[in-house]
């Protein structure tokens, strides 16, 4: 998987690209920190290329969405395929994150 941080106008961008399996999460936890570090900002994950998820990549979001929810920032999702949606609203992070 692959993971770039983009910073413009005080809009941090992460763009995942691959399959955010337990693996890569590992990887993917220590990539995040800058946006963990800039939580009191506006926060989007681009996942047009995201391919999968798994749970070890769904707590990855959810320690963003903490860090911001801590530092009055807001973390937006934005192009999540079909399957991940599916990923989103069984496990109830559809309603935890805003999701265009």
């Known amino acids: 998987m692959e993971f770039k941080i983009y910073q413009e106008n005080g809009v941090y961008t992460g763009i995942l690209n691959g399959r955010l399996d337990t693996a890569a999460a590992v990887d993917f936890n220590s990539q995040i920190q800058p946006l963990i570090d800039n939580a009191d900002k506006q926060i ?5 290329d995201l391919e999968y998820i798994s749970s070890s990549g769904l707590r990855a979001f959810l320690t963003i969405r903490k860090a911001a929810g801590a530092k009055g920032g807001k973390v937006t999702i934005k192009n ?16 935890l994150f805003e999701i265009k």
């Not at 989007?44 to 047009?48: K, N, Q």
């Not at 999540?80 to 309603?95: Q, R």
Request: charged content about 25%; overall charge negative.
């Open 44 to 48: 989007v994950l681009d996942c047009s």
């Open 80 to 95: 999540i395929n079909d399957e991940i949606a599916k990923v989103f609203k069984m496990t109830g992070f559809y309603n």
